[in-house]
Each structure stands twice: as structure tokens, then as C-alpha cells.
């Protein structure tokens, strides 16, 4: 059998012929729909990833999630508040080593937090170098331009922050399941609405991601060659329309099977946390933790100048 | 437009939550006495929705890519007070769950998109659309308004955010603490940004999505008009009632704006002819300004229009009251009071025009 090459397909098509050459290039760049394809399957690998990892044998994921929750979020706290660069590397070495008896292992961490938040935060921090007002501790060779000791100070500041909060925040949902996290939400005072809103969000986000995935892939499997700028954006609206029609319809269905098992607007959750002798150790341990660096993190502060 | 954590100060992201927090409760309340046992389901899909939404790549002119919030659509589709609830939802989700987005700075995020981005949008589609009928052009082009300016509205707030920073939370060396740079440099670095590519990215979406709806399924675009008109009603009926806390709060903005005070210095750029002659001021524009010496005489063109009107109340402070903390407070009243009076002789104005009041 004779093999279908690209071109027989497309000889009729002027559209076509116009982009086929386009498709032979060795490095094509990617279409929006095979990004947003790739978004699409990215997010819900991160995410069973992160699932899986949650039930994993590890410290954190033996403690109550309140006790996380609260925990890391005093962590988390104690790292935006600190006024010097050694307290909040101290923070970000607590964060390390939770996450090490954790078995969260460190090439996540890595690819998940820490590349992309540094690469981020250093793109965003390196004018800072020049422009703020500052004494000169060197200048760069060819180009002269003075960098300030304040300007690198602030930098890493900045980078040392935004380190710390990422690998925090990452740590919880990699060590807590999701529907723990609203439970410990529901059982700290967040209203009931908000976390069941939460909880259903989140379980109808994966549910319209393959809805979506499976737009998007139904298209690219019909496209040959690339799409021009307009009609990318065409299609990217009426995805999203049909979408939104679709979740309505969703809605409504969902709101009649609901109502059809008694749902009558109140909510309930089921609330069978028990603390531990070793939940309450943590917790000890984690508020001993986060006042000792609240305190270093205050020394050396001097009230902004008025 | 997802700002992560450490770039604003606790201090900040306290008064961010704090500033949010009235309007999602008169959202949430708004949204129950609308919707009643449909709220749950309703807020959360559509919240997933705009989950969706936001990881959509849009090709822009110029051959790159962006994505959109989708604020512009659940604003006009769903009114501002539920897309306040399901953009802040969303936002919420993919902090804690996807790092996008600092867990801290989620109130922040929240205000400037859900509740700034939700309100402008909508604001600015019905100002345009007004009576047009549903499957007119100009309901698209106002779409595309909306969206653009809705974006752009969250990016200043931002924007705002990050510069101010510097300005008060900086180590004893001097060295900013959170995000470096100051309003002159993080406002228009934001705004460039937004007016180009990403308020682009909100623009096409938007007008796209209100321009399928009018071919496919208009029934939908017609959900927020029907519920804008009791909303509408329930607005005359009391002015104070939903809206309470939004008073309060403005109530507590007001009383808190002596607070200025503590702002060191004159604003950058907002000097007088005066000040170039004063050797203490000279010393702060040179600080200010990267240790630029300002010049030896005014501008002659600032000296010459500065003549050209004297406010009433110089620095905030009308020269008879001799507390400059009263003063301050007097002019915030006054300020206020005369933004609300505009506002409310521009709602008769169009009432009037419309033959409905």
C-alpha cells in the first residue's frame, strides 16, 4: 500500500498548501491548541501526582491535616514577616527537612517549585540590582552601571521569599489529600458554604478539563497544519462557549440530582478528625518553631524612617 | 497578574484581605437571595469554568500567546456579584492547589481581579451595551471594552500594590524588604505589560464567547439582564440595605486616612515650585530619584502653571483647621462625599435618559 504522505492529502486545499511547509520545519513552534492541550495535561498529572504523593509514608502525611494546615501556614507567616535574609533561609531549611522525612523527594521539589519560581523571581528582581537607590559595591565591566548593595540585598530578599512560600505551599498539598484540606478548612471556621463551593469546584474542574482536553484534541486531530492568529482565536472563544453552555446545562442537572437526594440548601460535612499524642507534638513543635523564628526574623529591625 | 507570595508585605496582604472581605460578603448574600439552594452547584461549576478558561492559550497579534482570566465573561454572563464568588473561588484553587498565586497574597489577587476586574467589567458592558438587543454588534464591541479594561483595572491595582512597597518596608540598610521597585517603575511596568498582550488576551475571549453566544445560545446572555433588573430594583428599594458593609467599610478607608501622614516625603514627582528651592526638599528628590541632583532652578514651565489654580484645600488640609490629622480626615469627607454626589447625580442622569426614573 502506497503511503499517505501529508501532501496527498492536502493538494486541494489552498489553505493548506499555504502552511503545509510550515509543518516540515524541524523545530515547529506549537500551535495554541497543542499548548493549550499541553496546560490542559500538565495541570491534571501535577495534580493526580499530587494525590498519589499524599498517601505516601511520611511525616507529615501521618499528622492530623489542622495540624499541617495551621502549621505551615504559621511557616509560611513567619517567612513573609522575617526583616533579615538568615531567618528566612532558616525557614526555608525547616521546609527542606519536612520535606525530606516526608519522602517528598527533592527533584519535585525542584521541578515543580523551585526552578520556576526562581527563574520568575530573578527576571523580575535583576533591574532591582541597578535602579535601587543605593552605595555602589561594584559596577559591571563593560557597561559601568553601579550595583548597589541594597539592590543585591533586596534581590535576594525577594528570591529567598518567594523560595521559602513556594516550597511551603507545595508541601501541603503534596502531603495532605484535597478533601482533608477542606475538612481541616471546615473545622477552622471557614464557613461551611465556602469549602463545600471548594469541594465541588475542585471535583468539577477535572471533569471540564477532560471535556475540554477532548474538544481540543478532537480539533487538532481534524487540523492539518497550523492555524492562522484569527482563527486560533475563534476557536479558543467558542471552546469556551460551548463550555459555558455545557456548565450550565451541568448545573442544572447537577442542582436536580442533588435536590433529588434531599439537598435542601444546608450543608453537612463529616468531621472524624481525632488529634493524636503525636498531632499534638507537631503542633507543639510547630508553634515552638514558628515563634523562635518570628523572633529572629524580628531582630535587627529598624522602623522604616518617617 | 498572579501575585505570588513575598512580593507584598503581610502588612498589605492583612488590608488586602481586609478590603476584600466586605464585598465577598455582600457578594455571597447578593448571590443566595438570587439563586437560593442553586447557589452551591451554580457558583461552583462556573468557578471550575473559569479554572478552565484561564489555562486557555490564545494566539495574539504580533505571533505570541497569552491566556485570559475570563473575569470579562462571568461578569457579563453572570452579573458582578456571582463572578466576585467564582473568580475568587477559582483564584483560591489554583493557589493552594497549583502554586498560582501566593497563598498570602490571595486576598490581593482577589481584589484585583475577581472584585476590581468583576465590577469594571461589568460597569463598563452595561454602560455600552445599554438597551441594545442582544444579538447587536454593539453588545460585542462592548464586550471587548470590558474585557480590555477590566484587565487592565486588576493590572493598576496591582501595580499599586507592588509600588508602595518600597516606600515602607525596607531593612535598616535600606534595602526593600518585599517587591523592589517603586510606583514610578511598577505601575507603568505592569500597565505595558497589560495594555499589549495580556488585556489582548481578555479582549478577544470575551467579545468571542458574547459573539458565540449570540449565534448559538443568546438565552444565556439574556441571565444577567433579567437579573441585573431586580438587582436593580432591589437597589432602589434600599440603598443601605446590601450595601452595607461597603459603607462600613468606606466609613473605616475614611477614618483611616490620616494614615497618610506617615507617607515620608512628597509623592515622586508631585513637587512644587518651592521645594526646588528648599534645601531639605532638594535632598529627598535627590534621594528619591537615584541620586539625580534636581535642577538649581524650577522649570520654567512648572513655575509658570503653577499659578494657574490654587486649590482650596493645599495638601489636604484647609488652612484654617490646625490639625493636620483633622484636616486630613475633612478632606478625605469631602473628597469622598463629592465622588458619591457625582456618582449619584450621573445614576439620575441616566435614569432620566432612559425614560425609567
Redesign the interface.
Known amino acids: 500500500m502506497k503511503a499517505i504522505h501529508k501532501r496527498d492529502i492536502a493538494v486541494d486545499e489552498s489553505e493548506s498548501r499555504v502552511l503545509l511547509p510550515r509543518t516540515r520545519r524541524r523545530r515547529r513552534r506549537l500551535s ?2 497543542e ?2 492541550l499541553a ?2 495535561v500538565w ?1 491534571t498529572e ?2 493526580f501526582y ?1 494525590e498519589e504523593l499524599a498517601r505516601a509514608d511520611g511525616l507529615l502525611q501521618h499528622l492530623d491535616p489542622r495540624v499541617k494546615v495551621c502549621g505551615l ?1 504559621l511557616l ?2 513567619d ?3 522575617a ?2 535574609l538568615p531567618t528566612i533561609i532558616c525557614v526555608f531549611a525547616v521546609a527542606l527537612a519536612l520535606a525530606l522525612l516526608s519522602r517528598v523527594p527533592l527533584r519535585t521539589l525542584a521541578a ?2 523551585w526552578l520556576g ?1 526562581f527563574l ?2 530573578a527576571l523580575i ?1 535583576l ?2 540590582l541597578f ?4 552605595r555602589a559595591a561594584m559596577r559591571l565591566p563593560l557597561l559601568g552601571w553601579p550595583l548597589t ?7 535576594l ?2 528570591v529567598a ?2 523560595e ?3 516550597t511551603l ?2 508541601l ?2 503534596l502531603c495532605t489529600p ?1 478533601t482533608h ?1 477542606l475538612k481541616a478548612l471546615s473545622s477552622l471556621g471557614v464557613p461551611v ?2 469549602v ?10 477535572f ?3 477532560q471535556t ?1 482536553r477532548e474538544m481540543f484534541e478532537s480539533r487538532q486531530s481534524r487540523t492539518v497544519g497550523a ?1 492562522d ?1 484569527p482563527t ?3 476557536l ?10 455545557r ?2 446545562q ?2 442544572g442537572e ?2 436536580l440530582a ?2 433529588s437526594r434531599g ?3 444546608e ?1 453537612y460535612t463529616l468531621d472524624d478528625f481525632q488529634m493524636r499524642r503525636r498531632d499534638w507534638l507537631a503542633l507543639a513543635a510547630f508553634l515552638l518553631a514558628a515563634v523562635a523564628l518570628f523572633w529572629l526574623g524580628r531582630r ?3 522602623p ?3 | 497578574m498572579h501575585i505570588p507570595d513575598g512580593y507584598l508585605s503581610p502588612e498589605t496582604c492583612a488590608a488586602l484581605y481586609a478590603a476584600a472581605a466586605p464585598f465577598w460578603y455582600v457578594a455571597l448574600r447578593r448571590v443566595r437571595r438570587m439563586l437560593n439552594t442553586r447557589v452551591v452547584p451554580t457558583l461552583s461549576l462556573f468557578a471550575a469554568l473559569s479554572f478552565v478558561i484561564m489555562m486557555f492559550n490564545l494566539p495574539l497579534p504580533g505571533g505570541t500567546t497569552g491566556h485570559a482570566i475570563g473575569v470579562g465573561i462571568a461578569a457579563i454572563i453572570l452579573g458582578p456579584w456571582a463572578s466576585i464568588i467564582t473568580i475568587s473561588v477559582a483564584l483560591l484553587i489554583q493557589a493552594v492547589f497549583f502554586g498560582d498565586g501566593g497563598v498570602t497574597a490571595f486576598g490581593a489577587n482577589s481584589l484585583n481581579m475577581a472584585v476590581v476586574g468583576s465590577l469594571v467589567a461589568s460597569g463598563v458592558y452595561r454602560l455600552l451595551s445599554a438597551r441594545a438587543p442582544l444579538g447587536s454588534t454593539r453588545r460585542v464591541v462592548a464586550a471587548a471594552v470590558a474585557g480590555y479594561a477590566a484587565i487592565n483595572a486588576a493590572a493598576l491595582c496591582a501595580g499599586v500594590e507592588f509600588g508602595i512597597q518600597p516606600r515602607f518596608f525596607h531593612d535598616a540598610a535600606g534595602a526593600p524588604l518585599y517587591a523592589p521597585y517603586p510606583l514610578s517603575v511598577a505601575v507603568p511596568a505592569m500597565l505595558i505589560g497589560h495594555l499589549t498582550l495580556a488585556g489582548l488576551a481578555e479582549m478577544f475571549i470575551t467579545a468571542g464567547v458574547v459573539a458565540y453566544l449570540q449565534r448559538t445560545d443568546s438565552a444565556l446572555l439574556r441571565l444577567n439582564t433579567r437579573a441585573t433588573a431586580n438587582s436593580v430594583e432591589v437597589a432602589r428599594q434600599s440603598i443601605w440595605g446590601a450595601a452595607r458593609p461597603l459603607w462600613l467599610a468606606l466609613a473605616a478607608l475614611l477614618i483611616l486616612t490620616p494614615l497618610g501622614l506617615l507617607a515620608a516625603g512628597t509623592a515622586w514627582g508631585e513637587w512644587g515650585p518651592q521645594d526646588f528651592s528648599d534645601a531639605q526638599a532638594r535632598a529627598r528628590i535627590a534621594s528619591a530619584s537615584g541620586n539625580q541632583a534636581p535642577p538649581a532652578q524650577a522649570p520654567a514651565g512648572l513655575e509658570r502653571l503653577s499659578h494657574l489654580w490654587s486649590a482650596p484645600m493645599p495638601d489636604y488640609a484647609p488652612p484654617f483647621l490646625k490639625s493636620a490629622a483633622f484636616g486630613y480626615l475633612m478632606s478625605a469627607l469631602f473628597g469622598a462625599g463629592l465622588v458619591i454626589l457625582f456618582f449619584l447625580l450621573l445614576g439620575r442622569l441616566a435614569r432620566a435618559a432612559r425614560g425609567v426614573g
Do not use: D
Open positions: 495554541s491548541v499548548r493549550t496546560t490542559i495541570r501535577r495534580a499530587a501556614l509560611l507567616l517567612a513573609a514577616l526583616r533579615n515543580r517549585a519560581a520568575f523571581t528582581a533591574p532591582a535602579i535601587t537607590p543605593g548593595e541594597q539592590g543585591i540585598q533586596s534581590a530578599y525577594l521569599r518567594v521559602t512560600a513556594v505551599s507545595l501541603l498539598v484535597w484540606v458554604v465556602f463545600v463551593i471548594l469541594g465541588m469546584t475542585y471535583r468539577y474542574v471533569l471540564l478539563l475540554a492555524l492568529g486560533g482565536r475563534r479558543a472563544a467558542a471552546s469556551a462557549g460551548v463550555l459555558l453552555a456548565t450550565f451541568l448545573s447537577v442542582y442533588m435536590q439537598f435542601r440548601g450543608v535587627g529591625f529598624a522604616p524612617s518617617i
